[in-house]
């Protein structure tokens, strides 16, 4: 059922390193995310694929994780992701829209990856100028966001945003990930109809 598989689509920040990401697997995902729908139909967007570990280990230092977990520095050794895909826009052929279908393809992607017992997170703090070198991407290209990949290793559960209206997310004692959500009565604005 998609509200299952919509669930379990958390942003995973900890992953098996053991288990490896074959570029297959990372082919199929962009896959999903190339038949997404694109502002004008302009399909401006690139993908840089990257399951090698030393490679991998280079993109880690480009990235920065959980902003809200100011004492946790990111995932250590054996947590980290196994496969990384670069989202790019073709300057090219659009600036106006690339972030909305970097979004729509995205969200395929980590669907594609949920179904597969893999997880990911969408990061957007990079550090593209020493990314962009690492992976001698042309200038053409804009670097969007990095899309991190593992199998997850942590457990991240929904709850509801409490009385005070705090959407920080946060681990407990036994490192479980706590994701707060606001209701659904408190996202619709007005209801219409029968």
């Known amino acids: 059922m998609l509200k299952d598989l919509v669930s379990r689509n958390r942003s995973y920040r900890r992953f098996r390193e053991a288990t490896a990401i074959e570029l297959t697997t990372l082919r199929a995902l962009v896959e999903l995310a190339r038949m997404s729908a694109s502002a004008r139909n302009l399909q401006p967007l690139r993908y840089v694929l990257c399951c090698e570990p030393v490679t991998n280990a280079r993109?880690?230092?480009?990235?920065a994780w959980a902003g809200y977990l100011t004492e946790w520095p990111g995932p250590g050794e054996g947590e980290r992701p196994t496969g990384y895909i670069v989202v790019l826009s073709d300057r090219t052929l659009s600036q106006t829209y690339a972030g909305v279908d970097a979004g729509l393809a995205m969200?395929?992607?980590?669907?594609g990856a949920v179904e597969r017992g893999l997880g990911g997170c969408i990061i957007a703090?990079?550090?593209?100028?020493?990314l962009r070198t690492i992976l001698d991407i042309p200038e053409q290209f804009e670097i969007l966001y990095v899309v991190a990949l593992g199998e997850p290793s942590e457990t991240v559960t929904l709850e509801e945003v409490g009385p005070a209206g705090d959407v920080k997310y946060w681990r407990d004692r036994e490192s479980v990930h706590h994701v707060p959500k606001r209701r659904l009565a408190d996202v619709i604005l007005d209801e219409r109809g029968a």
């Open 59 to 63: 993109i880690f230092g480009c990235l």
């Open 107 to 111: 969200q395929n992607l980590l669907l």
């Open 125 to 130: 703090s990079v550090r593209r100028d020493a």
